[in-house]
T-cell receptor
Framework: DTAVSQTPKYLVTQMGNDKSIKCEQNLGHDTMYWYKQDSKKFLKIMFS???????INETVPNRFSPKSPDKAHLNLHINSLELGDSAVYFC???????????????FGDGTRLSIL | DAKTTQPNSMESNEEEPVHLPCNHSTISGTDYIHWYRQLPSQGPEYVIH???SNVNNRMASLAIAEDRKSSTLILHRATLRDAAVYYC?????????????FGAGTRLFVKA
């Protein structure tokens, strides 16, 4: 069984479009994350949600809007896509009790977004 | 923000031990040291983590310096499947949330 699953795996679209990426975890974790890995392979945290509440927003443009309908899901909607949004987006989850970061993060396999 | 420094790349022979170093001189008392690895076209995979004492699991060992300003990930017998980018990161409680900062990592090449 896949612990953290993202859909779609690949997403090719044109500049200016709006698209969504979905993420689900079946680990019972209370914290979920979105990361962006650019062409230089740096992984940067974008958002973190704990029990459906936004707790980290790393100066991401407001074209990016995460939504957590429940603890097991964290979706990412992107408006007006730009060329610079081309990257691999990873979803992750962890069990972080009261903010103590002693638990591992589990990552999905990524969504490869290409903007034409 | 606490950051880590790792060599860009390392090379190892198959079935030999590998010691991957990491410097984190600005580590705070509540930061945990985590190691992840990323195989090609996959998401990062958790390897091991620790706070002060050395740690062992089925994948690797983590040796933490007494002053906690550096650590070493030890792969006891490298295999071709261990070829990946290894990230040493610090996870600490930050005002308003849980912050994880990934560096550039060390690309490990394993020769047959």
């Amino acid at each position: 069984d896949t612990a953290v699953s993202q859909t779609p795996k690949y997403l090719v679209t044109q500049m200016g479009n709006d698209k969504s990426i979905k993420c689900e975890q079946n680990l019972g974790h209370d914290t979920m994350y979105w990361y962006k890995q650019d062409s230089k392979k740096f992984l940067k945290i974008m958002f973190s949600y704990n029990n459906k509440e936004l707790i980290i927003n790393e100066t991401v443009p407001n074209r990016f809007s995460p939504k957590s309908p429940d603890k097991a899901h964290l979706n990412l909607h992107i408006n007006s896509l730009e060329l610079g949004d081309s990257a691999v987006y990873f979803c992750a989850s962890s069990q972080d009790n009261m903010g103590y970061s002693n638990q591992p993060q589990h990552f999905g396999d990524g969504t490869r977004l290409s903007i034409l | 923000d606490a950051k880590t420094t790792q060599p860009n790349s390392m090379e190892s022979n198959e079935e030999e031990p590998v010691h991957l170093p990491c410097n984190h001189s600005t580590i705070s008392g509540t930061d945990y040291i985590h190691w992840y690895r990323q195989l090609p076209s996959q998401g990062p995979e958790y390897v091991i983590h620790g706070l002060t004492s050395n740690v062992n699991n089925r994948m690797a060992s983590l040796a933490i310096a007494e002053d906690r300003k550096s650590s070493t990930l030890i792969l006891h017998r490298a295999t071709l499947r261990d070829a990946a980018v290894y990230y040493c990161i610090l996870r600490g409680r930050n005002t308003g949330g849980f912050k994880t900062i990934f560096g550039a990592g060390t690309r490990l090449f394993v020769k047959a």
